[in-house]
Nanobody, 120 residues
């Protein structure tokens, strides 16, 4: 069974930095993508950044140039380095693991979420 364990959230002042980590277990060898989503109160969950097993990345426009996603395939861990944080980055951040089966099919697995709060 795939399990995701997140860490690294917290409270930071505007302009500060945080680093989120997410370790995935039980996935075995697979073609996959890993990423981070966030959900602020009263808003829909949105993609922040994603990275494939080959290293291709995708970012939301709102975080480009400030956030960097990376992964360690040997540890099955994905990271999100967040710099120049803004109050509008405040949200619960969820780690996502997407197992790709090919032919347009996939399965999504989610972490429990970690709170990131940016004070002004």
């Amino acid at each position: 069974q795939v399990q995701l364990e997140e860490s690294g959230g917290g409270l930071v002042q505007a302009g500060g930095s945080l680093r989120l980590s997410c370790a995935v277990s039980g996935s075995g060898r697979s073609i996959n993508a890993m990423g981070w989503y966030r959900q602020a109160p009263g808003k829909q969950r949105e993609l922040v950044a994603a990275i494939t097993s080959s290293g291709s990345t995708n970012y939301a426009d709102s975080v480009k140039g400030r956030f960097t996603i990376s992964r360690d395939n040997a540890k099955n861990t994905v990271y999100l380095q967040m710099n120049s944080l803004k109050p509008e980055d405040t949200a619960v951040y969820y780690c996502n693991y997407r197992h790709l089966y090919g032919s347009g099919y996939w399965s999504d697995y989610w972490g429990q979420g970690t709170q990131v709060t940016v004070s002004s």
